[in-house]
């Protein structure tokens, strides 16, 4: 029954209703036969037959995905593709087209719906027309910030590496919304079996394809667009938070994309959280570069949060607390009035306005504020090195101290200002953290267009090309997959 549902679309279940046509086939074959002489109805019935069995066999795969008339790929020159290309599965409906377009219960307390309007890059955020350039404001979108498997698929589709031919390809991407499967049943009385549901589907299917076969998954990756945390759930953990979906044989040595990774996982890769800035352009980019460069910040820095009452000895309270207690060093802007995750122009006005932005770990050790802070020039301070030290390799300074300023948690703790410690640095050495914050801008932002930039390779590129890189580094060492 299972094989049944994934193989056969709505389309093909409805053709199974039409009236057969065998009869008017056999009526037309034997008027062609009985025009050919005798000696060639053997050779050509052989002909016909070896058509039909190689049409079976096609529609019978579903891991060939045949381009369509209206499919192109873009062009690339020589040179562009050396670390290889990358194969998209053509997955059945119910791994991503059904979950996006079901966004009324991908959510318990709200709809999701407007976070699939302009591909995936949500609502157009015209509120900001009065904080950032006039002509850049229809590059800024209410992003969902979970949103990234929608959004890393979409630019695979078009991306200048994809090939349409498997045996041609470097890696296999894997298109699995798996984020917005488990979404709807992480909280409510649902049971581990109930949260598995989609990911031991994908798992059965993927593990049926012969380019899977080949490799035991080593060469596919997947994005997923919720914390590492939220699909580690212990196979025999029961009812516990999450899908086990890495957990499981299928997942073992696949390169996993997400927008907080298990550092102690190699197989993973942090990539930045959607920010709600997707420029259409390369001048976009030197533009707002140019904007936050020139900004006149009237605070030493700012908290985009709250507290947490319900935590007990809670971080973010104390952050709060000498925000607060420093209102003219100190902008805040608080999260439990303003609804900072569908979108707030507060959250942009706070940053723009700061030397410095707090950044303590958010529903784990990432928060996608951190992106937020940094688009706008603002410097950020962390509490945790996981929060993007160990995080982000591909998208930051490889040197902590150029960009940001880290302040122990335990210091804080402890009564240290936070106010005293960045008062600490001089005029040039603010100006020139933040030189190195705006430099950094086009690697963690994601290019509005589908093709993504002409000349510069925002978060998706840089995020891709890097684990190409990481494929053909593993074929050049002759990495062995895991196999049970």
């Known amino acids: 029954m299972l094989d049944s549902i994934l193989s056969q679309s709505a389309a093909d279940l409805e053709n199974l209703k039409k009236p057969s046509k065998n009869d008017e086939l056999k009526l037309s074959l034997k008027s062609v036969l009985a025009q050919i002489p005798l000696s060639r109805h053997v050779l050509l019935f052989v002909i016909i037959l070896f058509q039909v069995f190689l049409v079976l066999y096609i529609l019978r795969s579903p891991h060939v995905s045949l381009p369509s008339r209206q499919q ?3 062009d690339f020159h020589a ?6 290309r990358i194969y998209v599965y053509e997955l059945p409906p119910l791994f991503n087209v059904e979950l996006k377009n079901n966004c009324t219960n991908l959510d318990p307390w709200h709809s999701k719906c407007d976070a699939n309007l302009n591909d995936g890059l949500g609502p157009a955020a015209a509120q900001l027309a009065r904080v950032v350039p006039e002509n850049l404001v229809p590059a800024w979108y209410w992003t969902d910030h979970y949103w990234g498997e929608v959004l890393y698929h979409n630019r695979m589709l078009s991306y200048k590496c994809r090939t349409l031919e498997p045996e041609k390809a470097t890696a296999f991407y894997i298109p699995f919304y798996v984020g917005l499967a488990v979404g709807n049943y992480l909280w409510g009385n649902y049971s581990g079996k109930d949260r598995d549901w989609h990911s031991e589907m994908l798992a059965r299917w993927v593990q049926e ?10 060469d596919h990756m997947i994005m997923l667009g919720r914390l590492t945390w939220d699909f580690r759930r212990a196979i025999d953990a ?3 938070w999450g899908t086990s979906l890495l957990h499981m044989p299928a997942m073992r040595n696949v390169i996993r994309l997400c927008v907080e990774r298990n550092i ?6 942090a990539v930045p959280y959607p920010t709600i800035f997707h420029p259409r352009s390369d001048s976009d980019i030197l533009e707002w570069q140019r904007f936050v460069r020139g900004q006149n910040r009237t605070k030493l820095f700012a908290y985009v949060g709250g507290g947490r009452e319900s935590i007990k000895n809670d971080f973010r309270g104390l952050l709060l607390t000498q925000c607060l207690n420093e209102s003219g060093s100190c902008q805040h802007v608080d999260c439990a009035r303003k609804n900072c995750l569908d979108g707030t122009t507060a959250i942009m006005e706070a940053f723009l306005d700061s030397n410095f932005c707090l950044q303590p770990r958010g529903d784990g050790f990432t928060r996608r504020s951190v992106f937020d802070c940094m688009l706008a020039g603002s ?3 962390f509490f945790w090195k996981r929060t993007a030290y160990l995080q982000y390799e591909w998208f930051v300074p490889a040197e902590p101290e150029s960009y940001s300023v880290f302040i122990h948690r335990s210091d804080v703790r402890n009564g240290t200002s936070i106010r ?6 001089s005029r040039e050495e603010v100006d020139r953290m933040r030189e190195k914050v705006i430099e950094y ?5 994601y290019a509005k267009s589908n093709e993504g930039l002409k000349n510069t390779k925002d978060a998706f590129e840089t995020a891709i090309e890097g684990v190409l890189r990481k494929f053909k580094d593993h074929m050049q060492r002759g990495r062995i997959a895991v196999v049970d």
Do not use: H, M, T
């Open 209 to 218: 394809q012969p380019w899977w076969k080949r490799s035991y998954g080593s």
């Open 264 to 269: 102690w996982d190699p197989l993973e890769v």
């Open 72 to 74: 192109q790929l873009p």
């Open 238 to 240: 029961g009812n516990d």
């Open 441 to 445: 801008i086009p690697r963690f932002v």
């Open 79 to 84: 040179g562009e593709c050396e670390a290889g």
């Open 420 to 425: 005293k410690v960045l008062e600490r640095y």
């Open 379 to 381: 410097i950020p301070v």
